[in-house]
């Protein structure tokens, strides 16, 4: 086991992070930039160390400024959360080069996942279910406009890196397909450095329906079911459940066990999370995020598993502690992101917290770092907490969700907690009837 952790990351996952950590007896690590001087990770941690200024570029992201951190203090295991380096293979490679554990997957998994071509290729070579579209980059117009016929409309255009919605276009009609394409490209080109595109077939209503899985690089891989993602607005999530309300167990079974065995194949290590969309009783495959994700603590409710001491575990050389047999799914648990945003305009609301009183009780779980008194700075992602409610059936998981929403406090700042007293109220989220479009149009039609 490590004997020194450096977190590379902030805000409620950094402390996430250390507390799985400590639990291990392991010691840890938190840098930080200038401006989170005062961060709980900072204060909890056994060592800190500044790495730079406010700007992520300047610090969070700059690989030189951790490396010399790990000198600095010893640490011989670095867990990057989520954003950030978590997907970043070189940061990965490099730690490898200085003897310095990389607390995720293998570099080169990284990197075939990372692309979105590559992903989708390995995806169908380990028997994953995969959307219609190009076998590769659409390179020209008539690439374009022959694939889009052979496809059929209408389609949808994509970049082959990043993420958050840039680079993505849809084409409705073969007078659409020309624009969209190069519209798509020049977004990726100006947002990853990368102008590549591909294309495939646009599901009309889907969900956004994932699974978790963990594997130890050893050959040995589970998956701990499913989550539903798709209430969504610009392609962020802001609402995620665990299971997959309004998918059969079975089929949330099966697509689970073809997942887990496409690891167990790669030899991957440590946690993933497969994402697809979901139409008509059939998934189809859209990326595989290779890094803990933000909505991890709704399987952990529901499968009893610790995925980050999983994560530590594997990373250190040990053999998974689960066999798929010994999961159980119990329940039903929802997560709302609570952002510093306006409810209204989600412009951000950073600002000094004059009041917080986090929701508790039976069945209520709140990751959060920040605490009364805690000025939020404006450089990064606008969430402060995740709140995550349980219950044995999904009506009284919304029930104690309701409760627990209006619960929660924070002054000072605007945050997206209205939202979700508002949602909670709606008839189509009570009955789990919603895809990937529906938050958009709520707030579309629910404007004040």
Same mark, same amino acid.
């Given at each position: ?25 392991i010691s840890t690590v938190a840098i930080h930039s200038t401006a989170d001087s005062n961060a709980m990770h900072v204060r909890l941690a056994d060592e800190s160390v500044c790495i730079g200024p406010p700007p992520a570029k300047d610090s969070y992201l700059n690989i030189p400024s951790?490396?010399? *951190? ?14 950030? =380096?978590? $997907?970043?293979? %070189? ?43 190009? /076998?590769?980059?659409?390179?020209? $117009? ?57 294309? $495939? ?40 459940? /665990? ?7 079975? $089929? ?67 053999? =998974? ?21 306006d409810p209204q305009t989600f412009a951000p609301s950073p600002g000094k917290i004059q009041f917080y009183h986090p929701a508790g009780g039976v069945g209520v779980r709140v990751d959060s770092a920040v605490y009364q008194g805690y000025t939020i700075p404006p450089y990064y992602d606008?969430?402060?907490?995740? =709140? ?13 969700? %309701? ?18 007293? %508002? =949602? ?23 404007? *004040?």
């Open positions: 086991m490590f004997q020194k952790v450096l977190i590379a990351n902030r805000g409620e996952i950094a402390l996430r992070i250390l507390r799985a950590c400590k639990e291990l007896g951790i490396m010399a *951190a790990c000198e600095i203090t010893g640490a011989d295991a670095v867990h990057p959360g989520y954003g950030f =380096l978590s $997907e970043n293979a %070189r940061f990965a490679r490099i730690l490898s080069e200085h003897k310095i554990t990389f607390i995720g997957p293998s570099s080169h998994h990284i990197e075939i996942m990372g692309d979105k071509i590559t992903a989708k290729k390995t995806a169908v070579e380990l028997g994953i279910p995969v959307v219609p579209g190009s /076998a590769g980059e659409v390179k020209t $117009e008539a690439d374009a406009k022959s694939t889009a016929a052979e496809i059929g409309y209408p389609v949808l255009i994509k970049a082959t890196a990043g993420g958050g919605g840039r680079g993505m276009k849809v084409a409705h009609t073969e007078a659409d397909v020309l624009t969209a394409w190069s519209t798509a490209r020049a977004e990726a080109k100006a947002a990853f450095g990368n102008e590549s595109v591909y294309m $495939e077939k646009y599901l009309g209503q889907p969900r956004h329906i994932e699974v978790q899985v963990l594997g130890d690089g050893q050959g040995n891989a589970v998956h701990l079911g499913t989550r539903d993602c798709s209430l969504q607005r610009r392609h962020q999530k802001v609402w995620e459940e /665990a299971p997959a309300p309004t998918v059969p167990f079975a $089929e949330q079974m099966e697509i689970g066990e073809i997942c887990a065995a496409a690891m167990r194949k790669l030899k991957y290590s440590g946690a993933g999370t497969i994402e697809f969309l979901y139409e008509n009783g059939k998934f189809y495959f859209i990326e595989m995020n290779t890094r803990l994700q933000v909505e991890h603590p709704v399987t952990e409710r529901i499968t009893g598993v610790d995925i980050v001491y999983e994560q530590i575990r594997v990373a250190s050389g040990e053999k =998974l502690s689960l066999t798929q047999d010994k999961i159980q799914f119990n329940g039903h648990a929802i997560e709302v992101r609570i952002n510093a945003e606008s969430l402060i907490g995740k =709140l995550i409610v349980y219950g044995r059936t999904r009506d009284e998981c919304l029930q104690r969700l %309701r409760r627990a929403v209006d619960e929660f406090v924070v002054d000072g700042i605007k945050t997206t907690l209205p939202l979700f007293q %508002r =949602l909670i109220q709606n008839k189509d989220i009570a009955a789990a009837n919603y895809d990937i479009h529906w938050l958009e149009k709520f707030l579309k039609d629910n404007k *004040a």
